[in-house]
């Protein structure tokens, strides 16, 4: 399972997602300082809602073993197969294009982050949104989500 495997290799697919973006090698550190002003464990059992007119479901941000979870990648949200997994690079929810995209940096609609019923957050790489949250470093950081 990817998301089982060293912290290098999560770093590893982060460059592999940025590759072709014209990113410079000290760029991948700023991709990640933002999700360090808040405490990522607070993110944990949070839901990630689309900001579409229906407000898709996008999966849990919570511990691979959940059937929710963006982070299993045999379940709807966490496989990069899947219509609803933001890690679908193809897909709506996971291409780089996509208004409702975290991918999207230049996206105004990124998803949003809900905890006990209120918007703790974004994911986003769109650094001008307020209240953003890398999915990049989300991935860094799975070992604090259980």
Request: aromatic fraction near 16%; charged fraction near 15%; hydrophobic fraction near 35%.
């Amino acid at each position: 399972m990817f998301f089982e495997c060293s912290s290098q290799t999560r770093f590893s697919y982060i460059r592999n997602r940025l590759n072709g973006q014209n990113i410079q090698e000290q760029s991948y550190e700023q991709l990640l300082i933002g999700p360090l002003r808040y405490n990522i464990s607070a993110l944990n059992n949070s839901f990630i809602i689309a900001q579409n007119y229906n407000h898709t479901f996008l999966g849990k941000i919570c511990n691979p073993y959940d059937i929710d979870s963006i982070f299993n990648e045999e379940g709807d949200y966490g496989s990069s197969a899947s219509f609803l997994s933001i890690w679908n690079e193809l897909g709506y929810f996971g291409n780089k294009y996509g208004i409702y995209s975290p991918f999207n940096s230049l996206t105004s609609t990124p998803p949003m982050i809900i905890k006990d019923g209120s918007i703790i957050g974004y994911l986003t790489v769109n650094k001008s949104i307020i209240g953003g949250i890398s999915p990049y470093s989300l991935i860094i950081y799975i070992d604090d989500f259980h």
